[in-house]
């Protein structure tokens, strides 16, 4: 997986993660204005920690390609 395809990716599991998150919450019907601060906040950690397991994945998977992602995450 190249690196654009890879970002790709991970943009589609932050947003998977956010879904699952809001489902959970049952909230898919509302608009997003009503969300407040601590749900935002618990969005974006879902999709963080969706995003840190994936990189970790990545790094032990593709260590030779994933120079900068280690430095991102194990900075």
Request: glycine share 6%.
């Given at each position: 997986?190249?690196?654009?395809?890879?970002?790709?990716?991970?943009?589609?599991?932050?947003?998977?993660?956010?879904?699952?998150?809001?489902?959970?919450?049952?909230?898919?019907?509302?608009?997003?204005?009503?969300l407040t601060?601590?749900?935002?906040?618990?969005?974006?950690?879902?999709?963080?920690?969706?995003?840190?397991?994936?990189?970790?994945?990545?790094?032990?998977?593709?260590?030779?390609?994933?120079?900068?992602?280690?430095?991102?995450?194990?900075?």
């Amino acid at each position: 997986m190249t690196s654009d395809e890879w970002q790709a990716h991970m943009t589609r599991e932050a947003a998977r993660a956010i879904g699952t998150w809001l489902e959970g919450r049952g909230r898919l019907h509302q608009p997003i204005a009503s969300l407040t601060l601590a749900d935002l906040e618990a969005m974006a950690a879902n999709a963080i920690s969706r995003f840190v397991v994936l990189g970790m994945e990545r790094i032990r998977t593709k260590a030779d390609n994933a120079e900068a992602l280690t430095r991102f995450l194990l900075a």
